[in-house]
């Protein structure tokens, strides 16, 4: 059997993809194995690294590390959702000016390291770590946010902000009722990926002494009482921080399904056709031609 795109596998070609699934597998195997070795070798595994973490004041240390990376976050993610949008609405602007500044600043953020913006509010305006971390994460994240709203609203199809305009609605209800709504739906996956990177860059805190998670993490690890236990504090911190980034996908995914079953977005029925009201004379057998 053959099909428009691809012509389906035959036997030979079945046998060649599973011996190349079982080589691939066990590549995969032998270097785990290896990695388990080196850890086994090393002694990652021994009680004295792993004991730490039965203690209570070095599980409230992680706890209170976990609650200021997610306040952080929590921070940074509402202001750069806020000022993604603003800069994007000024790029979208009709006034020459307002574009140009606003080009300026989503250019210039967007080139300018995120520790550089971290430090500069921390060493130079003297603000507090919480502060000088979330600002360089809204300046950042949020100029990546405007060229994604941005580009979502420029892909809805032109014909809707005309017809819209033609039904008498001002630019500002174009924008709100019409084209952001259909824009958002495409843009959700690029905008949580983008939280993600700012979830992920939370962990730069540690460098200004902010006490994330990161930062309990390494006070843990550089620990001389607990013979340096730095792989056993990966291993705790790693799931986690991979933990939270499936949870927003998973967010992600949950609110497009309910976006979906919207009944706002979602097409209406639409019933069985039925006969349309009769012209005048239509349902008569027109008389027989006179001889």
Known sequence: MTTALYDVPGP???????????????????????????????????????????YKGIQELLLKGLGNTLKAFAYAAVLSLALGAVLASGRLSDHRAV?????????????MPVLVMIFFVYVALRAEPLVALVSGLTLYNGSVLAEVFRTGVNAVERGQGEAAQALGMRKTQVM???????????????????????L???????LIT????????????SNLDYDLPFIPVVMIISPIYIGLCMLLSALA??????????????????????????LPGAGQHPAPPRE
């Open 12 to 54: 030979h070609t079945r046998r060649r993809h599973r011996v190349y699934g079982i080589a691939a597998t066990a590549v995969l195997l032998a270097l785990i194995g290896w990695i388990l070795y080196l850890l086994f070798d090393t002694g990652q595994f021994t009680a004295a690294k792993w004991s730490p973490f039965l």
């Open 99 to 111: 574009r140009w500044v606003s080009t300026l600043l989503v250019e210039f953020f967007r080139a």
């Open 176 to 198: 709100t009722h019409v084209l952001v709504p259909q824009a958002v739906r495409a843009m959700l996956p690029t905008i949580i990926s983008q939280l993600v990177v700012a």
């Open 200 to 206: 992920k860059d939370t962990s730069l805190g540690f």
């Open 210 to 221: 902010y006490e994330e998670f990161l930062h309990a993490g390494k006070l843990i690890a």
């Open 253 to 278: 995914t949950w609110v497009s399904r309910r976006q979906r079953r919207n009944p706002k977005v979602e097409a209406a029925e639409v019933g069985p056709p039925e006969p349309g009201t009769l």
